[in-house]
C-alpha cells in the first residue's frame, strides 16, 4: 500500500505552526501600544510562515509548491527581525527570546530541505 505524504508528516511545518501559536500566546497578553505595533506583525510574519508551507503543499506543480516555500523562507527572516525588536524593547523575557530563536533557527535547513526534496521527487 502507498503511504501519501500528509501535511502533518512535514517536519518544518509541524516546527512552524506550534511556534506560531506559542509566539500567540506570548502576544496576547502584552499592552495594546505593543499588540498593535509589533504584535501584529510578529504575528502574520510567524502564522505566514506554515500558512506558506501549507499553500505550497496544496500546489500541484514543483514550481509552484518551491514558489511557496521561498515565501515562508521570506517570512521566516522577518521573524529573526521580530524577535530581536521583542526582546530588545523588553517585550519577551529571555528564556521566550531563545525558545522562539531556536525554533527560528532550525526551519532553514527544514524548509531547504522540503525545497529540495520537491524538486527531486516531483516529476512535474
Not at 7 to 35: G, H, P, Q, R, T
Not at 106 to 117: A, G, S, V
Request: contains cysteine; aromatic residues 16%.
Amino acid at each position: 500500500m502507498i503511504k501519501y505524504l500528509k501535511l502533518n508528516d512535514i517536519s518544518s511545518y509541524k516546527i512552524a505552526f506550534n511556534l506560531s501559536n506559542y509566539v500567540w500566546e506570548i502576544i496576547i497578553n502584552w499592552d495594546y501600544f505593543s499588540k498593535d505595533t509589533v504584535g501584529k506583525q510578529f504575528v502574520r510574519a510567524i502564522d505566514s510562515i506554515s500558512a506558506n508551507i501549507a499553500e505550497g503543499f496544496g500546489r500541484y506543480g514543483k514550481k509552484d509548491k518551491i514558489k511557496f516555500y521561498r515565501y515562508s523562507f521570506g517570512s521566516l527572516k522577518e521573524c529573526f527581525d521580530w524577535n530581536e525588536k521583542s526582546r530588545i524593547r523588553k517585550l519577551l523575557s529571555n528564556e521566550e527570546y531563545q525558545h522562539i530563536f531556536t525554533e527560528l533557527d532550525k526551519l532553514p535547513i527544514e524548509i531547504n530541505t522540503l525545497i529540495k526534496y520537491t524538486n527531486e521527487k516531483l516529476e512535474i
